[in-house]
C-alpha cells in the first residue's frame, strides 16, 4: 500500500501547507467518506458543510479560500490543508499517485488468435479470445482486454488500453495512451448511400479512422471510418459513453463531448470544444475552437469559436436564455396581450362615442 | 407442452370465471392472433373490434368492464372470460406460467476461462468464450451466455442471466435474479477530469456499482462505475436499451427508465420514478420518488416527488402544456399583436386629430 | 488493382463523355484528392472550386450542370466529364466496382463453436469465437466475424455479413445480403411489464424479428424481439448507429433511420420514410409512407405520408418554420407587447383627461 507525507504530496502539486507537513496520507477518498490517514478536496461550495465535519487528515482546498471558523473540538484534530491553486486537479494527481497501478505484462493469451505479419510490441498483454487481424501493429505494453478485436493492418500505439470487447476494424491508426472502454466500435462503415428510384445503394466506406495521443474513448462509442480519408480525433480529446461519430468528422485536440451526442457527416470541430450530453451537431458544419453546445442542443449552423449555443435550433445561450425566460411567460404574455385588446376594443367604443357626441353636439350647434 | 383449465389459471391470478371454467388452454397470445386453446387478454380500448372477434377460447378482461353485445353467432363460440382487477398483470403471470423455461444447468464451457480464486455456484451455466477474473463469485444457477466478461472480485448474485456479450468489470456487485441484455457494459470507467491549462488530466475511477436485485438491465446500456464509492441502480429497477447512467448515479427501487435516457453524474433519482425515452438529467440534481420525466424532456433542476415534468428545461407538466399550447399559437399571437399595434396607432391619431380640432374650436372660440 | 477506360466506366453507369473516352482510371475518390488517373465527382455546388482546380483524369458531373470556364493552362490538362442523371449514385456504382471485394470463403474457423443441427450453407466465412446455437441456419456465403452469436433456430440469409460482436438472439430471421455493424444487438427482450402494487412483473417477450433482404444495420443498433408475434424492418431500409427499435415495431422498406433516433413499441413506420438523427417516435404511433422527421424532433402522434414534421411535440415542418421564427423573437414580441401597453395607458389617460375637461366644459356650459 503506497503513502507519503504531506510535505511529499505537496511537492508533487505543487502546494503549501498549513498544519503539519509530516502528516501521513495513505489514501484519498471523497470528504464525507474520508477518515484518519486519507487526503480528501474542497471545491465545489456545496459540501461545505462537510468541511465542517470530515474526519480527513488533510483537506486540498483552493488559496484563496477561507476557512471556516474552527469546529468545535469533538476530540478529533483539524485537518491539516494542502494550498493550491486548482483543487481538482492536484487531487487527480494525488488519485493517481495512490491509484495507478503499474502496466504488469501479461504477454499473449493461448486463447487468443493473432494474424499473419502483426508486429507485436513488447510488455503487452493480450487476453483470451482477443483476435489481432494479419499486418496489424501492437505496440509496446498494450492491453487488448477479452474479446477484443484489432483488424487488419490497424495500429494500436504505445500504452493504449483497449477494455473487453473494444472492435477496431480494418485500417485504423490509434495513437499512444489512447484508452478505449468496453463496448465501442472504431472503424464501422458510415451511413453513406446514393438514392436512385427511391432505394438505397451503398457508397463503398474505404476511408480510416485516426485516433491521436491521449484520446479517451467511452464505452459504446461508435466512430465510424470515412467513406473517402479519415475521420479524425485529436489529440487529448475525450468522449463520454454511447457519443456517435458519423464519417470523415474531425474533432480537435482537447474537446469534451459528454454521453449521447451525436456529430453527423463531415461536421468539424475544433480544438478545446464541449459538446454536451444529447447534443447534437448537424452535418458540413463548423464548431469554431473553444465553443460549448449546451446539453441536448440541436446545432444546424456554423458555431464561433469561443461561442455557446444553446436550444434547437441552437443560437447564442445569452440570446436563448432570453427567449426562453419569454417562453415560459407565454401564457402570461397572450394573457396579457387578451387583456390590452380588451382595453384598445374599450377605447374604440370610448372614441366612437366621443366622436358620435361631438358630431351630435355639432348638429346641433348647427 | 404446458396446459391448464381456465379454473387452474383464475386460482393463479385471483380471478371469476365467466363461462366454461373447464376450458382447456394451452397457450397464451396477442387478440388479434389467438385461436381455440388459447387465452388472451383485453386492456387497451383501442383493440375493442377485437374483442368482438376473437378467436381465442378466453379473454382475461378487467371486472368492470362491460361487455359489448354478443357477437353474431359465426360458427363458433362466446369465449368465456377470466375478470381480474389487473389484466395486464395476469397476463403477465399466465404468460409467465406458458413460457417461462426453467434453467437447465449446462455446467461450465471448455470454451471458458475462469480465473483463480473463482467461487463458482451450483447448478450454472458457463458458455464459450466467457472469462470469469480473479477472485469473482458466480452465484447458484446463474447463467453467462457466451462471450460474457466478468471481472476480477465482481459478485454475480444467483439466478441472475447475463446475456451474450455482457461486460462486468472488476468490483462490481450484482444482485439476485438479475438479467443483462446483450452489450450492456457495468463498471466503465466514469467520465471525470480535471482541466488545467486547457488539457483534462484523468480523475482516477475506483469506485464501484452496485446493481440491487431483480433489476432488469437492457442492451446497449452503459452504467460507469463511481470516481469514489458507489454507482447504485435499485431493487426491481428495470432499465431500457441504450440508456447512460453515469459515475455515482443513484436510481432507487422500482423505477422505469426507458430507451436512451441519460443519467448525469451524481444525480439521484428516488424510487418508482419514470424517465421516458431519450429524457436526460443533469448532474448532482434529485428527482424525487414516483416523479416522471416526460419523452426527450431535459431536467436541469431538481424534482419534487411525485411531479410530472416536460420540455427542456423541464418544467412542471401542466405549466409546460399552457406553454406548448400558446408556442404553436406564436405566429397568431404575433398577427394579434400587429393587429392591434394597429388600432391603437389608429386610436392615437383619431385621438392626435380630436385634440387640434378641440384646440382650434377652442382658439376659434377665444 | 483494378482499372477501366472512360469508356468502360461510361458503359457500367449509362453516361456520356466529354473528352478522351480511352482515358484509363485506376481509382475513385474525392475531388479535392483525386490525382492523374482518378475518377471523382461533383455534385454538392459547396465544392464548385475545387472542380476547377481537380487534378483528376475525371469527374462524374450533372447532364444539366454548366462547366465554368476552362481553368488557366497550369501545365495539366482538363478532366474529362462523364455526365449522368444522378452523378452520386453513379459515383457509388463506380466506387462499388473499384472498391468492392470478392467474397473469399475463409471456411469455419476452428475456435467456433458450432451447436448440433445447425444447418451450415457453402462458401461461408465463419471466423473465430464465432458461436451459432442448435439449430440456426446460415446460408450460402454468410459471413460471420469474430465474436459473433446466432441463437437457436435464428436463419441469416444468403452473403448477408455480421460483422465482428455482433449479437443474434434465438428465433430471430435475418434476409439476403443483409450487412449488421459491430456491437449491433438483434432479438434483445422487449421492455415490457405489467405494473402491479408499485412493482414492475416482467412480461415474457417470446416473439421474434424479421430483418428482410438488403437491410444495413449500424453499430450499436438495438432491435427488440416481439413481446408477441414479430418486430419487423422492411427490404433495403438502412439504420445508422445507435438506434433503439422497440418490440413490435413495424418499418416499411427502404427507410433511412439516422444515428440515435428511437422507435417506441408497436409504432408502425410506412415505406420511404426518414428519421433523421436523435429523433424519437412515441409508441404505437404510425408514421406514412415517404414521410420525414427531423432531427431531435418527437413525435407524439400519427404523421401522413409524405409528410415532413419538426419539433417537440412534432408538427408539420412550415408550421414549426413559423413557430421557431417567432419563438426566436419573442423577446422582441414582448418588448412591443409591453410598449403598446404604455401607449395604450396614455391613450388611456388622454381619453380620461379629455372627457373630464369636457364634462368640466359642460358643467361650466350648464
Known sequence: MKQATLQELASLVGGEIEGD??????????????????????????????????????????????????????????????????PYYAYSQIARFFFSRPHVPSGISEWAVI????????????????????????????????????????????ESVLYPHVTVREGVRIGRRVIIHSGAVIGSDG?????????????????????????????????DRAALGQTRIGRGTKIDNLVQVA???????DCLVVAQAG???????????????????????????????????????DVRPGETVSGFPAIPHREWLKVQANLYRLPAIRGALTEIEARVRRLEELLKAATSNEQRAMRKKG
Open 263 to 301: 456529430i453527423a457527416g463531415s461536421a468539424q470541430i475544433g480544438s478545446q470544444v464541449t459538446l454536451a450530453g444529447q447534443a447534437g451537431v448537424a452535418g458540413h458544419l463548423r464548431i469554431g475552437d473553444r465553443a460549448t453546445v449546451s446539453g441536448q442542443a440541436g446545432v444546424t449552423k
Open 247 to 253: 464519417h470523415n468528422v474531425v474533432i480537435g485536440d
Open 21 to 86: 507537513a509530516q502528516t501521513v496520507i495513505i489514501g484519498v477518498t471523497g470528504i464525507r467518506e474520508a477518515g484518519p490517514g486519507q487526503i480528501t478536496f474542497f471545491s465545489n461550495p456545496r459540501y461545505a458543510s462537510a468541511l465542517l465535519e470530515t474526519r480527513a487528515s488533510a483537506v486540498i482546498i483552493g488559496k484563496a479560500v477561507k476557512l471556516p471558523e474552527r469546529p468545535p473540538a469533538g476530540g478529533r484534530g483539524a485537518p491539516a490543508f494542502l494550498r493550491v491553486e486548482n
Open 115 to 158: 494474424g499473419r505479419g502483426v508486429r507485436m510490441g513488447r510488455d503487452v498483454s493480450v487476453h483470451p479470445f482477443v483476435v489481432v487481424g494479419e499486418g496489424a501493429e501492437i505496440g509496446d505494453r498494450v492491453t487488448l482486454s477479452v474479446g477484443v478485436y484489432v483488424g487488419e493492418g490497424s495500429v494500436i500505439g504505445e
Open 191 to 223: 451511413f453513406g448511400y446514393a438514392t436512385q428510384g427511391g432505394k438505397h445503394h451503398k457508397i463503398p466506406q474505404v476511408g480510416g479512422v485516426v485516433i491521436e495521443d491521449d484520446v479517451e474513448i467511452g464505452a459504446g462509442v461508435m466512430i
